[in-house]
């Protein structure tokens, strides 16, 4: 099977733990007078995510649609307008972004940016009026993802972070089945997501932009998962990073990196996160039964099995939405029509960066951290 990252599997999250379950307002639920309403859109940053994924999406969606660009190249902005319906004067530019506030077509900003300009966008949307559902990882820091979340609060804009595998139909399928106990007791969690990284420029080797290696990038999977999963807190980590620094693509960030997280129940989770190997895989283990994911994060295909084995495989039903971007653009703006909080919302995204962080000192200290409640 081909795992490269651009055919199917890139990050994928989980479902936002503590708030496991179906996606609030569904278009059904919502109000008579909200349920053909379609919320308008501005994609910032057409690149492999924002335009290759994200922007076809929208043909997919019954309360979201696309309005605005936001591109520093003007002529990629014309034709991708052209080709997708939006008006020449729905085009910005990152000097011109903050006359965004006088475009009433514009609720929502969707950041599609290198990490390191998540926070500053989230918080310049959120000071022109607009609500903010901003890629993963959220931001560079807990700091700023901190700051991301003040100023959306003191906006009165709601902030959703991009945990798209909260609305795909085998991941949550997955987390139904071990809510239900069909595996009995949980006993651990174990997860490893990786691809192989083959291009030395990118944005995501530069630790200034990135923020940091494979496990900001897609090891945050196994980490959101193994939250959302076992539907706990971690309260201590350990971790172990293994890169090869003269390979010229692990300068500045981690390669393979591997973590144990302590839940309070006595589960254990044991992930792996790398940036040299293709590995897209989930398996929790019960004293009665196991579920089992492989692919488990992908944009299409994920597999899932429960049972004591491979031997039965389960076939999710339809999740919230026709796709799994299409339920999640839909539903913040199904949040926003009845002023619910999205299900990952900012603070899911600071609750794993705070991890993140301490991963990472756990690795460079190589000692376990324990985690503030
Ligand atoms: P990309 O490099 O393909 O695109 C980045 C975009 O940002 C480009 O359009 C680029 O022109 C623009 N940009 C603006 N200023 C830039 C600068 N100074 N340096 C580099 N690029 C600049 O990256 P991508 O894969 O689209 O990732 C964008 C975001 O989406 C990241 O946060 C990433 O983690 C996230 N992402 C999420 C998923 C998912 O499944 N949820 C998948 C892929 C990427």
Known sequence: MDWNRRNIMLSGGA??????GLPAGAAGALPAAAAGRKLGYAVVGLGGYGLGIIVPQFANCRNSKLVALVSGDAAKARKVAADYGVPERNLYDYRNFDSIRDNPEIDIVYICLPVSMHAEYTIRAARAGKHVLCEKPMALSSAECASMIAACRQAGRKLMIGYRCHFEPTNLEAVRRARAGEIGKLRYFRSEHGFTFNNPNAWRLKKAMSGGGSLMD??????????????????????????DRSDPRFREV???????LEFPSGVVGSCMSMYSANQNHILLVGDKGRIEMEPATAYRGNRLWVGSGRGEEVVPAPGPGATQWAGQLDHLAQCILQDKEP??????????M????????SAREQKRIALQA
């Open 254 to 260: 981690e390669d393979l990196i591997g973590f144990q």
């Open 343 to 352: 299900i990952v919302a900012g603070e899911e995204g600071l609750r794993d």
């Open 354 to 361: 705070r991890i993140i962080e301490a991963i990472y000192r």
């Open 218 to 243: 897609i090891g945050i999977y196994a980490l959101n998962a193994a939250r959302t999963m076992t539907g706990e807190e971690p309260v201590a980590v350990y971790a172990q990073e293994t890169t």
């Open 15 to 20: 479902l936002a733990a503590g708030a496991i």
